[in-house]
Protein backbone atom coordinates (compact mmCIF):
# COMPACT_ATOMS: atom_id res chain seq x y z
CA UNK A 1 0.00 0.00 0.00
CA UNK A 2 1.36 3.56 -0.69
CA UNK A 3 1.28 6.41 1.81
CA UNK A 4 1.37 9.09 -0.93
CA UNK A 5 3.57 10.66 -3.27
CA UNK A 6 3.74 13.76 -0.74
CA UNK A 7 4.95 11.59 1.79
CA UNK A 8 7.46 10.22 -0.02
CA UNK A 9 8.57 13.94 -1.48
CA UNK A 10 8.80 14.79 2.17
CA UNK A 11 11.22 11.68 2.85
CA UNK A 12 13.33 11.89 -0.23
CA UNK A 13 13.71 15.52 -1.15
CA UNK A 14 16.29 16.10 1.66
CA UNK A 15 18.73 13.56 -0.17
CA UNK A 16 18.10 14.74 -3.69
CA UNK A 17 18.67 18.13 -2.93
CA UNK A 18 21.98 17.56 -1.47
CA UNK A 19 22.90 16.62 -4.78
CA UNK A 20 22.90 19.42 -6.31
CA UNK A 21 19.03 18.39 -7.53
CA UNK A 22 15.47 19.03 -7.67
CA UNK A 23 12.47 16.89 -6.90
CA UNK A 24 10.13 17.14 -10.04
CA UNK A 25 7.61 14.90 -9.32
CA UNK A 26 6.88 11.09 -7.41
CA UNK A 27 4.97 9.08 -9.04
CA UNK A 28 4.05 5.26 -8.19
CA UNK A 29 3.19 2.63 -10.47
CA UNK A 30 1.52 -0.57 -9.63
CA UNK A 31 0.89 -4.00 -11.59
CA UNK A 32 2.34 -7.14 -12.33
CA UNK A 33 5.58 -5.14 -11.61
CA UNK A 34 5.64 -2.01 -9.35
CA UNK A 35 7.59 1.15 -9.88
CA UNK A 36 8.50 4.13 -7.61
CA UNK A 37 9.41 6.84 -10.43
CA UNK A 38 11.63 9.73 -8.80
CA UNK A 39 11.70 12.46 -11.60
CA UNK A 40 14.53 14.95 -11.05
CA UNK A 41 16.29 18.28 -12.56
CA UNK A 42 19.59 19.65 -11.74
CA UNK A 43 19.67 22.97 -9.93
CA UNK A 44 21.76 24.85 -11.96
CA UNK A 45 19.52 23.92 -15.20
CA UNK A 46 21.93 21.25 -16.97
CA UNK A 47 20.87 18.32 -18.07
CA UNK A 48 20.32 15.32 -15.71
CA UNK A 49 22.79 12.39 -16.75
CA UNK A 50 23.39 8.90 -16.02
CA UNK A 51 25.77 9.51 -12.98
CA UNK A 52 23.03 12.11 -11.97
CA UNK A 53 20.34 9.77 -11.55
CA UNK A 54 22.89 6.64 -10.17
CA UNK A 55 23.60 9.50 -7.44
CA UNK A 56 19.99 9.75 -6.41
CA UNK A 57 19.15 6.33 -6.55
CA UNK A 58 21.97 5.46 -3.88
CA UNK A 59 21.04 8.31 -1.96
CA UNK A 60 17.37 7.32 -1.58
CA UNK A 61 17.74 3.54 -1.85
CA UNK A 62 18.28 3.93 2.45
CA UNK A 63 15.55 6.08 2.91
CA UNK A 64 13.45 3.93 1.36
CA UNK A 65 14.48 1.13 2.99
CA UNK A 66 13.86 2.60 6.60
CA UNK A 67 10.89 4.65 5.14
CA UNK A 68 9.39 1.41 3.48
CA UNK A 69 6.37 3.46 1.49
CA UNK A 70 5.23 0.73 -0.46
CA UNK A 71 4.54 -2.51 0.29
CA UNK A 72 5.78 -5.78 -1.68
CA UNK A 73 8.84 -5.27 -4.17
CA UNK A 74 8.97 -2.23 -6.28
CA UNK A 75 11.95 -1.04 -8.56
CA UNK A 76 12.83 2.41 -7.66
CA UNK A 77 13.48 4.47 -11.09
CA UNK A 78 15.70 7.70 -11.12
CA UNK A 79 14.91 9.57 -14.37
CA UNK A 80 15.22 13.23 -15.92
CA UNK A 81 12.07 15.19 -16.76
CA UNK A 82 12.94 15.12 -20.93
CA UNK A 83 12.24 17.52 -23.19
CA UNK A 84 8.34 17.60 -23.35
CA UNK A 85 8.21 17.62 -19.36
CA UNK A 86 5.62 17.32 -16.83
CA UNK A 87 4.42 20.79 -15.53
CA UNK A 88 3.98 20.27 -11.45
CA UNK A 89 4.89 22.83 -9.76
CA UNK A 90 3.80 26.71 -9.83
CA UNK A 91 7.34 27.73 -11.07
CA UNK A 92 6.86 25.06 -14.08
CA UNK A 93 4.30 27.23 -15.42
CA UNK A 94 5.80 30.96 -15.55
CA UNK A 95 9.39 28.91 -16.41
CA UNK A 96 7.66 27.56 -19.84
CA UNK A 97 5.51 30.01 -21.00
CA UNK A 98 5.15 30.30 -24.51
CA UNK A 99 5.67 26.94 -25.05
CA UNK A 100 2.64 24.44 -25.72
CA UNK A 101 1.18 22.24 -22.97
CA UNK A 102 -1.41 19.89 -21.98
CA UNK A 103 -3.57 20.02 -19.20
CA UNK A 104 -6.07 17.60 -17.59
CA UNK A 105 -8.61 18.55 -14.59
CA UNK A 106 -9.41 16.38 -12.18
CA UNK A 107 -13.35 16.63 -13.31
CA UNK A 108 -15.24 18.55 -16.05
CA UNK A 109 -14.78 22.68 -16.25
CA UNK A 110 -17.53 23.87 -18.60
CA UNK A 111 -17.91 21.07 -19.82
CA UNK A 112 -14.61 19.57 -20.83
CA UNK A 113 -11.60 18.07 -19.05
CA UNK A 114 -8.62 18.37 -21.21
CA UNK A 115 -6.98 21.52 -22.89
CA UNK A 116 -3.94 22.03 -25.20
CA UNK A 117 -2.69 25.56 -25.86
CA UNK A 118 0.03 27.77 -25.72
CA UNK A 119 1.05 28.19 -22.04
CA UNK A 120 0.92 32.55 -20.67
CA UNK A 121 2.29 31.58 -17.64
CA UNK A 122 0.40 31.88 -14.29
CA UNK A 123 -1.68 34.50 -12.88
CA UNK A 124 -1.83 36.16 -9.70
CA UNK A 125 -4.88 34.05 -8.52
CA UNK A 126 -2.40 31.15 -9.14
CA UNK A 127 -4.29 29.83 -12.09
CA UNK A 128 -2.99 28.47 -15.30
CA UNK A 129 -3.09 30.30 -18.35
CA UNK A 130 -3.67 29.10 -21.65
CA UNK A 131 -4.02 29.92 -25.38
CA UNK A 132 -6.63 28.02 -26.80
CA UNK A 133 -7.75 28.55 -30.04
CA UNK A 134 -6.88 32.03 -29.95
CA UNK A 135 -9.02 32.39 -26.24
CA UNK A 136 -7.25 32.78 -22.77
CA UNK A 137 -8.63 29.73 -20.40
CA UNK A 138 -7.77 30.11 -17.06
CA UNK A 139 -7.43 27.05 -15.22
CA UNK A 140 -7.31 27.09 -11.13
CA UNK A 141 -3.60 25.19 -9.86
CA UNK A 142 -6.23 23.27 -7.10
CA UNK A 143 -7.93 21.67 -9.99
CA UNK A 144 -5.19 20.40 -12.13
CA UNK A 145 -4.78 16.76 -11.98
CA UNK A 146 -1.94 16.47 -14.80
CA UNK A 147 -0.08 19.13 -17.00
CA UNK A 148 3.18 18.47 -19.68
CA UNK A 149 4.12 20.14 -22.31
CA UNK A 150 4.17 18.65 -25.52
CA UNK A 151 6.99 18.02 -28.16
CA UNK A 152 7.46 20.38 -30.80
CA UNK A 153 9.58 22.32 -33.30
CA UNK A 154 10.45 25.30 -30.83
CA UNK A 155 10.48 23.59 -27.48
CA UNK A 156 13.16 21.49 -29.43
CA UNK A 157 14.68 24.41 -31.14
CA UNK A 158 15.09 26.16 -27.18
CA UNK A 159 16.40 22.82 -25.73
CA UNK A 160 19.10 22.94 -28.44
CA UNK A 161 19.88 26.33 -27.76
CA UNK A 162 20.02 25.73 -24.08
CA UNK A 163 22.49 22.52 -24.48
CA UNK A 164 24.68 24.73 -27.41
CA UNK A 165 24.75 27.56 -24.44
CA UNK A 166 26.02 25.07 -22.05
CA UNK A 167 28.48 23.72 -23.97
CA UNK A 168 29.57 26.99 -25.01
CA UNK A 169 29.83 28.15 -21.69
CA UNK A 170 31.79 24.82 -20.21
CA UNK A 171 34.87 25.17 -23.65
CA UNK A 172 35.53 28.21 -22.22
CA UNK A 173 36.40 27.29 -18.78
CA UNK A 174 40.10 27.32 -18.18
Do not use: W
Not at 107 to 131: Q, W
Not at 145 to 171: G, P, R, W
Request: hydrophobic share 40%.
Amino acid sequence: MERGPRKIETAIEPQITALGCTLVRVKFYGGRRQVLQVMIEREDGSDVNVDDCAAVSRALSPVLDVFDPIVGAYALEVSSPGIDRPLTRPEDFVRFAGFEAKVELEENRDGRRRYKGLLLGLNEAESVCLDVDGETVELPLTVIQSAKLVLTDALIAAHQAAESTETSADEGVV
